[in-house]
């Protein structure tokens, strides 16, 4: 049985959140949720190929970390990409036709469901190799650092959200990285969504030190343990290490504790998991309990939570759509984009 760890209650905001931010977060979070759901039964419909991996149960991490971010800030993602795109702004239909495999796709349907990219979102890529972002993470943060400093261009003060799994920081780029991040004090989060489980290796079976947070001190780096699944937990963290990076002061290494409510792909039978856990993490759904924060604190009734779950409902029908009549890239063109073209 693998241990738990405590959480603390969930969190009220020490600033107040107007309810703009909240509407804001949480429609977010439920096109997180309900683009997943989607994905899942155009899955099984055989309308995507290879591996999906979902994000449901996650999406106080993207939305928390994501949304306290400039939409000039840059993203970095892993396989399970498409919620961090979403939230970085590249639009739903754009996610679905990559997906689908097709032309109007954000990597031109040549990358699919692990390769999701976009230069105008600053979305740095899904990668399908586990660790593989955190170099390109820590290069982008490099590049701000340089132009501002080197270069003297005031207005590179990008910051960069690194993502990763609790099974990566096992990796060797998560350490080499976290030392030259520490040593250069480069803007960057290192953000470890920390779902107990590689695939089907419980993370206290796989590391010597579960507690991943407190691996930042070696490097002398600030390091955050916080509840995944609140979202306002998550957000103040994340403004908190934003700001931090912003004026120079260097990295910080935040470790959400959270969980994936499907199996690792869609093609896992998820039976490792025992059922009891399951239901202990179920209890914790991000999305119901921001629902039920956002009424008690009276910042939305019944009705207009309903409303944003419509409209998102429809966004989600609309990519599908989109996706479906898009065509396929040309056969013609199958070396295309790999490496860049003149403007
Ligand atoms: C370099 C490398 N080794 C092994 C794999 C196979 N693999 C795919 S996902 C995964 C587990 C990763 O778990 P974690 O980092 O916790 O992320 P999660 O899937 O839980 O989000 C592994 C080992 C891989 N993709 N890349
Ligand atoms: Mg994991």
Redesign the pocket.
Known sequence: MVQERTLPAFHAASAPLTQADGLMLYEDMVLGRFFEDKCAEMYYRGKMFGFV?LYNGQEAVSTGVIKAMRPDDFVCS???DHVHALSAGVPARNVMAELFGKETGCSRGRGGSMHLFSAEHNLLGGF????EGIPVALGAAFQSRYRRDAMGDAGADQVTACF?????TN?GQFFECLNMAALWKLPILFVV?N?K???GMAHERATSQPEIYRKASVFGMPGVEVDGMDVLAVREVAQQAVARARTGEGPTLIECLTY?FRG?SLADPDELRSKAEKEAWLARDPLKRFEVYLLEQNLADEETLKSVRQRIQETVEAAVAFAEESPEPNPDELYRYIFAEDA
């Open positions: 991996h892993t396989y399970r399908a190799f586990i660790g990763f799994g609790d099974g990566t990796n969504e779902n489980w590689a695939i994936r690792h």
